[in-house]
Structure formats: C-alpha cells, structure tokens
C-alpha cells in the first residue's frame, strides 16, 4: 500500500535561512511524487513532480527537490526562505500507471520569522 | 483563462439540511475529484470520475453524493448523514492522458455547520 509520512507538522525558519521539508514515501511499484503548495483560505498549487526523468527537480519559486530510492525520501529544499514562502506544503505520491488516487501527505505549515 | 471554479467560497448550513458545492472546470479534464481538508489530516478522497455520468467512492464517501452529468461539472452534495461535515472541501481535475496524475484545484468551498 502507498502512502506518505510528512516530518514535522510545523517548521520555522528565519528570512534567508534554508528552508527543508521532509517527506518519505511507501511505495510497492515506481512511484510518481508531488509536492504541493496551499495559501491560507486557497486551493493547492504545484510546486514540482518527480516522473523519473530526473532525480533531481526543479520547481517554481526557487523551489527544488530530489528523489533518493535507497531512503524512500522526496525533501523540498529552498537555499533562502523569503517571507512569501510561508504557507503549507504539501507532499504526495501517485502510482506510476496513472491511477486516479493520489495519496497526500497531512502537510507542513512552514512558517519564516523576519 | 482556463481553470476550476468552486462556489461558494463559504457556506453556512443548519444541522438536518442538505447542501450542494459547486465545481466547474474548464480545462477540458476528463478526470474530477473531491476532498475533504480538515486541520492536521491532508486532503482526504470524498468521491472521484473519471468520465460522464460515472463515478466512485473515495476513502471517507459516507454522507455525501455527487453527481457527473457534464463533463465540466461535478457538484458534491453534503447531506444530513454526514456528522460532521464542517471542513475545507477542495475540489480538483485532471487529464487521463498523462501518467502522473498532476491535479488542479480549485479555490475551495468552507462550509460551517451552525
């Protein structure tokens, strides 16, 4: 059975630090993995896939994150945080066969101090 | 510009009454979904289709119907079985084309029960 375990349900950073979000997957079949980003009171947007064309991805807002299969690991990193960064994020994986579940991650709410 | 509408953004519903969300696409997906966003618990399944006037039951489908009559259109219904029914509820589309299943997602409905 697939499923997703995000760490840490909050994280705080300060402005400029590096942000890290972490996300670890099950998966019994090549998985296809998402992170999501959601704005208070918004619907979620993409932030960047993992398909297997690279292990490492790239996303918008200076987002990036990379696929690690030894550690069933999918962290989103961002050398510097900006205050805009702060809202929820969250991770989720998809069976490779285009199956129409997606399974999410309960999210982290990240948060950047001045 | 191409994308998904939900309406309402909020409703307030009296306990016993019917309600009905509202979600509208117009990226011609074929696939829709519904999720419930309650604190701390991701996004959970309510009700998925992936063609016309079919559909199928997500994770948490008791006290809720949904109905596919057009291809744009997939309004949820909360319904009096459904204890407790204040959350956030997203609604979100997809091609079937593509293997990874990357969803959009409307801006979302928060219902309140009173």
């Known amino acids: 059975a697939q499923s997703v375990t995000q760490l840490g349900s909050h994280v705080s950073v300060s402005e400029g630090a590096l942000v890290l979000l972490r996300c670890n997957y099950s998966?019994?079949?090549?998985?296809?993995l998402f992170w999501y980003v959601q704005y208070p009171n918004q619907g979620l947007q993409l932030l960047l896939k993992?398909?297997?064309?690279?292990?490492l991805v790239k996303g918008i807002n200076g987002f990036e994150a990379e696929f690690k299969k030894s550690e069933t690991s999918f962290h989103l990193t961002k050398p510097s945080a900006h205050m805009s960064d702060a809202a929820e994020y969250f991770c989720a994986v998809s069976l490779n066969t285009g199956g129409f579940k997606t399974i999410f991650g309960a999210g982290t709410r990240l948060f950047v101090k001045a | 510009d191409g994308g998904i509408t939900q309406s309402p953004k909020y409703l307030f519903r009296k306990e016993g009454q019917n309600v009905t969300l509202s979600c509208e696409q117009n990226?011609?997906?074929?696939?829709m979904y519904w999720y419930r966003q309650d604190p701390g618990q991701g996004l959970r399944l309510i009700y998925y289709s992936q063609i016309v006037n079919d559909f199928q039951k997500g994770d948490i489908a008791e006290g809720y119907s949904v109905s596919r009559e057009k291809k744009e259109s997939f309004p949820l219904t909360v319904t009096s079985a459904q204890k407790n029914p204040t959350a956030f509820y997203l609604c979100?589309?997809?091609?079937?084309?593509?293997?990874?299943?990357?969803?959009?997602f409307g801006p979302g409905t928060r219902l309140t029960v009173l």
């Open positions: 990226l011609n997906h074929d696939a």
């Open positions: 979100a589309s997809s091609t079937l084309a593509g293997v990874d299943n990357e969803q959009f």
């Open positions: 998966s019994s079949v090549p998985p296809y």
């Open positions: 993992y398909t297997s064309a690279a292990t």
